[in-house]
C-alpha cells in the first residue's frame, strides 16, 4: 500500500534554526525573535496540526522531544528512520551532526508497545564516517504500490546509498537531480520531499526544479507510466512547500493529502480542484517551523508502514 493511516510525530522542545543545516537548506531564514519565543510558537503549530490530523481520522503517535539532547530539528523524524510493510525499520546516516543525536532506540520501543511488528534494522549510520548520506524520506520518494523510489541528488542524498537502499527494499532507482535559483546560482534542492510528492493515483512535482530535460523527462515518463496524474507547481509555489505535502488515510478509508496553510494557500484553483479530484486537504499553518525549520508538514510525519500485531485502545 502507497498510504498509511499511521504517522510518527516529534514534538519540539528547543526547536529554533539549526545553523548547522542552513549551509544548504535555502529553505531557511532566521527570525529575530528570542529561540525560547521561537520554541513556543512550533509547539503550538505542531499541536495545531496534530488536532487537524487527528480530527479527520489519522493516527498519530506524539514522542517527545529530549531537551538534554538539544536537537533543533527534531520535529523532522522522517529524515533519520523510516517503517516498511515487511517489518524493517531503516536508519540513515545525516549531514548535520548535531541531527544525528535525534536517533533514539526507545522510539522502536514505543512503537512494538503499540503493537507494531519490527523485524529488522537496516542502518546506513555508518556512512557518516565517509561523508555520504541519504536523509530517509526527505531524500527518498518511494511508490510502494510500483516498488519505485525517487531521488534528488544533493549533499544529503549521496547516489550510492540511494542505490544500495533500492537493492535492500527491491526497488527501482529513478535519480535525478532538482535545482533552485539561490542569489544568482542554481544549487541542488537538499531534500526531495520538497520538490515532489506521490500519492496513489497522482503526483505533485515541481518540474521546473529539474534542469536536465532527459531526466525530467525519465521521471514524467515513470509517474505516467504509473497512471499518475501529475499536477505541476511553480518553483514559487515550491518556496512555499507546496510539495512537501503528503497523501494519508483517514477515517472510514478517506483519503487526505496533508500540507501546511502557506502551501495551501500558494496553488491555484486549477490546481485545487486537480488535487480534489483524488483526495480531501488538510491544512494547518506551519509558519515559524518553515521559516526557522527549512520543513514543512510532509517532513514532519513519518510514516508508520510496520505490521501490527495489535491494536491497543
Sequence with gaps: MQITNTILMVRPVRFRMNEETAVNNYFQEDLDIKNQTINLRAQKEFDDFVTALRAKGVEVIV????????TPDSIFPNNWI?????GTV????????????????DVLDILEEKGFEIRNVVDYTSAEEDGLFLEGTGSIIMDRDHQKAY???????DEG??????????????????YQSVDGQRLPIYHTNVMMCVGETFAVICLDSIDDKKERKNVVDHLRGDGKEIIAITEVQEQNFAGNMLQVIGKADKRYLVMSTAAYNS????????????????????DTIETCGGGS??????EVFLPRTRVLS
Design 63 to 70: 514522542v517527545d522531544d529530549i531537551f538534554e539532547r538539544d
Design 82 to 86: 523510516s517503517f516498511h510493510a515487511n
Design 90 to 105: 531503516g536508519l540513515y546516516p545525516m549531514f548535520a551532526e548535531n541531527r544525528r543525536r535525534e536517533r533514539r532506540e
Design 151 to 157: 531521488c534528488a541528488l544533493s549533499p544529503r542524498a
Design 161 to 178: 546509498l540511494f542505490i544500495e537502499f533500492c537493492e535492500d527494499m527491491e526497488c527501482t532507482p529513478v535519480i535525478f537531480t532538482a
Design 267 to 286: 496553488l491555484n484553483q486549477e490546481q485545487l480542484e486537480a488535487i480534489q479530484r483524488h483526495c480531501e486537504i488538510i491544512h494547518s499553518p506551519l
Design 297 to 302: 508538514a510532509r517532513c514532519m510525519m513519518a
